[in-house]
């Protein structure tokens, strides 16, 4: 995140986008695509992802490699939430 930062401060002055609020919105797109992905799981049923699996395999996609890949973002959701929470961010979060 450092690199990334370092190279967009290039075009953007670092008074005008914070590597703090940076952080923060990196922090927030991470728990979005865990919310988005837990809302998959719950919006279809078993069936429904089986035959997903199938139309994903057809495009060379293994569904149960491609969701290993979301363990890490499980994680860092956990990690986030309770770094959130130590920060009473939680009860802030209309501020967001």
């Known amino acids: ?10 075009t953007v002055k670092p008074e005008e986008y ?3 609020v940076f952080q923060r919105e990196v922090e927030i797109r ?7 992905t837990f809302n998959f799981f719950f919006k279809y049923s078993p069936e429904s992802i089986k035959k997903m ?4 395999e057809k495009r060379g996609i293994k569904l149960d490699e491609l ?7 499980f994680m860092r959701f956990a990690y986030i939430f309770q770094k959130w929470e130590r920060e009473n961010i939680l009860d802030r979060m209309e501020e967001f």
Do not use: D, G, H
């Not at 995140?1 to 290039?10: A, T």
């Not at 991470?30 to 988005?36: F, R």
């Not at 699996?53 to 994903?56: C, G, K, P, S």
């Open 1 to 10: 995140m450092k690199i990334y930062y370092e190279e967009l401060i290039k």
């Open 18 to 20: 914070p590597w703090e």
């Open 30 to 36: 991470n728990i979005q695509i865990v919310i988005n």
């Open 53 to 56: 699996a199938v139309i994903f």
């Open 67 to 73: 969701l290993k890949q979301f363990r890490t973002k």
